[in-house]
């Protein structure tokens, strides 16, 4: 699912983050990972975790040892495994840099709610406020939007965690097939969210 737009490079932009957004949830249903069954069941909460930092990306962050770990030159994705051969849906976590969007918070959040209700007709916001996202000593001021959306009959349920750094807009998001969100894990990764030039030399 793809849509084109003409309204200039914000707005595609948004166009572009919703389209990432929709080949995601396509992507990590079950029937594309016919391979992966077997592979384990996710946890709410585990101490097994590796570490993946990109200088390029602008960023570090820790993400569960067993799940699958697929990147472009924008987003990095961590995928549970299946639970089980009946699991419809991997859920995970993207972490994507954007240029183009506008230079405020509220400003990129508008544009991206506005865009997801332009294009997603079943799109409705469980709740959208500011929020921090605490890395290391260091408090980033960031906005979180929660919602649900339906992809050809698969109800998922998104969190998204929204940021502005240096002129991009970095969105940690996770997501999940509705009723079958993992606060906790999904918490960890976030928690251990830092931006690459605040880490400090022996981090890098």
């Known amino acids: ?36 069954k077997g592979l384990g069941t996710p946890s709410s909460v585990t101490n ?24 472009s030159d924008v987003w990095v994705q961590f995928i549970s495994p299946l639970e ?13 840099s954007w240029a183009g969007f506008p230079q405020s918070l509220p400003a990129c959040v508008e544009l991206i709610t ?7 007709p079943s799109f409705g916001v469980m709740w959208s406020e500011p929020t921090t996202l605490s890395g290391g000593i260091i408090v980033y001021e960031a906005h979180e939007l929660h919602f649900s959306m339906n992809a ?5 349920e998104v969190n998204n965690i929204m940021m ?4 991009r807009l970095y969105i940690i998001e996770y ?9 906790q894990i999904s918490d960890q990764i976030k928690s251990s969210f830092r931006f690459y030039d605040n880490l400090d030399a022996h981090e890098k």
């Open 152 to 156: 050809d009959n698969l109800f998922t």
């Open 114 to 120: 506005n865009t997801l209700k332009q294009k997603i």
């Open 84 to 96: 089980s051969s009946s699991d419809r849906y991997r859920e995970g976590v993207n972490i994507s």
């Open 1 to 36: 699912m793809t849509y084109n737009s003409g309204f200039g490079p914000a707005f595609n932009a948004g166009t572009s983050y919703m389209n990432q957004l929709m080949r995601t949830v396509n992507f990590t249903r079950n029937e594309n990972y016919e391979a992966a």
């Open 175 to 183: 997501h999940a097939e509705l009723g079958k969100y993992y606060d």
């Open 48 to 71: 097994d975790f590796k570490v993946y930092k990109s200088p390029s990306k602008g960023f570090k962050v820790e993400y569960p040892a067993n799940w699958e770990l697929k990147e």
């Open 164 to 167: 502005t750094h240096k002129g």
